[in-house]
């Protein structure tokens, strides 16, 4: 089973940036697709960004391409979510998936492991 433990979430200023880390236990952790979702208030949970097990593919959501890049380090077993220009409405819990195998997806319904979730606050 994955473990997946997020950090890096904070308040930040409209135009600044934000980079968060999601740390996986277990081995193998190539062979997981992993991927951030959000969840604003009073809204449903967002798909983000989505990156295959060897890193080499990634997919985004159409609200944060260009602004939004994620990455991973499997020596490290971890997943990063760059964030840049951020805006107000980019405000939301922020969550790290993972899933059985090492394909993009975006549907919720497609990962299997989920962190604890983080605050992003973007002020004006």
């Known amino acids: 089973q994955v473990q997946l433990v997020e950090s890096g979430g904070g308040l930040v200023q409209a135009g600044g940036s934000l980079r968060l880390s999601c740390a996986a236990s277990?081995?193998?952790?190539?062979?997981?697709?992993m991927a951030w979702f959000r969840e604003a208030r009073g809204k449903e949970r967002e798909f983000v960004a989505a990156?295959?097990?060897?890193?080499?593919?990634?997919r985004y959501g159409d609200s944060v391409k260009d602004r939004f890049t994620v990455f991973r380090d499997n020596a490290k077993n971890t997943v990063y979510l760059q964030m840049n220009s951020l805006k107000p409405e980019d405000t939301a819990v922020y969550y790290c998936?993972?899933?059985?195998?090492?394909?993009?997806?975006?549907?919720?319904?497609?990962?299997?492991?989920w962190g604890q979730g983080t605050q992003v606050t973007v002020s004006s």
């Open positions: 998936a993972a899933a059985n195998y090492p394909y993009l997806s975006a549907p919720i319904r497609n990962y299997n492991y």
């Open positions: 277990g081995r193998t952790f190539s062979a997981y697709a």
């Open positions: 990156i295959t097990g060897t890193g080499r593919n990634t």
